[in-house]
């Protein structure tokens, strides 16, 4: 099923719901903390005042599982003052990856990674990360805890995490899905070590489908790194009031390992394109070896055919048809001329 577009014509900031509903309700999971506090509860997205501004100096993350319902998401853009350009993009799970920069609050769109061996497929979660001082909030397509890492490092009141503001949260986000590129570079890179295997041994023509199914995927995969990559960058520069100047080097850090998982996937593409050459190349191997005996064979009847081509004319006057041992003399020529042709094709390493 294709997922729906939005109507030309629609004002900026229209907030439509593009993807496919992934789950039947929304959940919020609302966690604030600082230091010292930490407070963590699922909130009900039908309860009335659900969302409610931070003013105590501490850090309010609210991540909602599901994007379907563009009133909610309309409802939080008012409370906390959402740029309604973040919203649109919340809800349009078409938007590529990329860093925006507002006067009340920065936002961060990128795509989660998953890699099924079975079907060998590649699945994209559409992500938002919205965050300003105190506040930051993450929208997932699905009710998956993209971020079960990160919520542990809060609860476990552990090294800096804890220390610092919205910015360290939403880098450390950001920093658990490229994380999880990895597992899925890792994944893609045993499946097609396996097909390096079995081409070697056989060439199914099933292989070469699976060669270019693989090339389709990581064309998913680059569309979905290859922009986040830019945005990163931007992210890393930015000049943004929002963004402390110790968490740019953790940014910077990051973009590193973007460019590193960009670098896979063009060495796993290079890698398809190599196995789709040695499965052509084993094929036309395999076909020049069978060409090659029935050359051979037809080589060593030649003569053999022709001689008994001589010798099955109707004359009555063709003298070796006289001879007594004539049939025996005709095949042993026969058989020497095959043994020689054989030892003459062994010295010349065709056989």
Same mark, same amino acid.
């Given at each position: ?37 930490? +407070? ?11 969302? #409610?501004?931070?003013?105590? $100096? ?7 599982? $599901? ?57 994209? +979660? ?7 001082? /105190? ?25 800096? @995490?804890?220390?610092? $503001? ?21 994944? !893609?890179?045993?499946? @097609? +070590? ?101 050359? !051979?064979?037809?080589? @060593? ?7 008994? /081509? ?13 001879? #007594?041992? /004539?049939?025996? @003399? ?22």
């Amino acid at each position: 099923m294709k997922n729906a577009r939005k109507e030309p014509g629609l004002p900026p900031g229209s907030v439509v719901f593009t993807g496919d509903r992934r789950v039947e309700k929304i959940a919020i999971h609302y966690l604030q903390y600082s230091e010292t506090k930490l +407070e963590e509860k699922v909130l009900d997205n039908h309860m009335s005042s659900v969302f #409610k501004p931070n003013t105590q $100096g501490v850090v309010d993350w609210y991540d909602l599982r $599901g994007i379907h319902d563009e009133a909610w998401i309309e409802a939080l853009g008012t409370t906390f003052e959402i740029h309604p350009l973040v919203l649109e993009g919340v809800a349009d799970v078409h938007q590529r990856p990329k860093f925006q920069e507002f006067q009340k609050g920065n936002s961060v769109t990128l795509k989660a990674i998953a890699f099924d061996k079975d079907s060998q497929e590649i699945t994209t +979660e559409h992500i938002t990360v919205y965050f300003r001082p /105190g506040f930051v909030a993450t929208f997932q397509e699905s009710s998956t805890d993209l971020f079960a890492a990160v919520r542990k490092r809060v609860k476990g009141a552990s090294g800096r @995490i804890r220390q610092r $503001g919205s910015d360290y949260l939403c880098y450390a986000l950001i920093d658990e899905i490229v994380d999880n590129y990895y597992v899925v570079l890792e994944e !893609i890179e045993d499946v @097609i +070590e396996n097909l390096e295997d079995r081409l070697l041994s056989s060439q199914d023509i099933r292989n070469k489908g699976e060669i270019h199914d693989l090339k389709k995927q990581l064309l998913v995969l680059r569309k979905s790194i290859a922009p986040l990559r830019e945005a990163i960058g931007r992210f890393s520069k930015s000049e943004s009031a929002f963004i402390a100047d110790s968490t740019r080097v953790f940014v910077r850090d990051l973009y590193d390992h973007t460019i590193q998982v960009m670098d896979s996937v063009e060495n796993y593409r290079d890698m398809l394109i190599g196995l789709q050459d040695l499965f052509l190349s084993e094929v036309s191997f395999k076909m020049n070896q069978v060409i090659q005996v029935l050359t !051979i064979i037809s080589a @060593i009847f030649i003569p053999l055919t022709f001689l008994a /081509g001589l010798y099955g004319m109707n004359f009555e006057n063709i003298p070796e048809l006289q001879y #007594k041992n /004539g049939y025996f @003399i005709l095949l042993g020529v026969m058989s020497l001329i095959a043994i020689v042709l054989v030892i003459f094709f062994k010295r010349k390493r065709w056989l």
